[in-house]
């Protein structure tokens, strides 16, 4: 794959994981995530810095492995998760995608994003970067690592994966 192929590929899979986010289409959302990803929103630690290490500091969001996926969306499924009672509305933009650097088998992608909810008569937004890194799995790309900057971290009731 040329350089504009493997934009273009990433493109498409981040567009496709903000559909499935928007219409709750949850097992849909967690095929496109490797068995060993990574999904982590780091906290911030001052005006222009963040935490370095999801393990030992506090993150704003840190699901390590599928498994945490998946548990974490059998929660909002089930209705666990007082605070995603009712799900909210979602709707995710991202733009300005960037191939940062790539070899055979694997990319990391940088974007924008903004995310719009409705929830219980409410609107809200969060808005940052993404830093997504995907492996090729056959003919299909898989979400590795997906690191979310979020720029507007006061949150003023709950921040969830479906937000971000």
């Known amino acids: 794959m040329n350089r504009a192929q493997l934009l273009a590929a990433g493109s498409e899979l981040l567009y496709r994981e903000g559909y499935y986010l928007d219409r709750q289409q949850w097992q849909d959302w967690l095929g496109l995530y490797t068995q060993d990803c990574e999904l982590w929103a780091p906290s911030w630690i001052g005006e222009h810095r963040q935490i ?5 500091e506090i993150s704003l969001l840190y699901l390590a492995g599928h498994g ?4 974490r969306v059998e929660r909002i499924v089930s209705g666990a998760s007082p605070a995603s009672v009712p799900l909210p509305r979602t709707c995710h933009q991202v733009s300005n ?7 055979p088998g694997r990319m990391t992608l940088h974007s924008a994003f903004r995310v719009d909810y409705f929830h219980q008569k409410k609107t809200g937004a969060f808005f940052g970067h993404y830093e997504h890194r995907l492996v090729a799995d056959g003919e299909a790309w898989r979400i590795a690592g997906k690191r979310i900057t979020l720029m507007n971290d006061f949150i003023p009731t709950v921040l969830d994966l479906y937000h971000v």
Do not use: A, F, K, V
């Not at 945490?68 to 548990?71: A, F, G, P, S």
């Not at 995608?97 to 070899?103: N, P, T």
């Open 68 to 71: 945490r996926l998946l548990e």
């Open 97 to 103: 995608i960037l191939l940062l650097d790539h070899e």
């Open 52 to 56: 370095t290490d999801p393990q030992s």
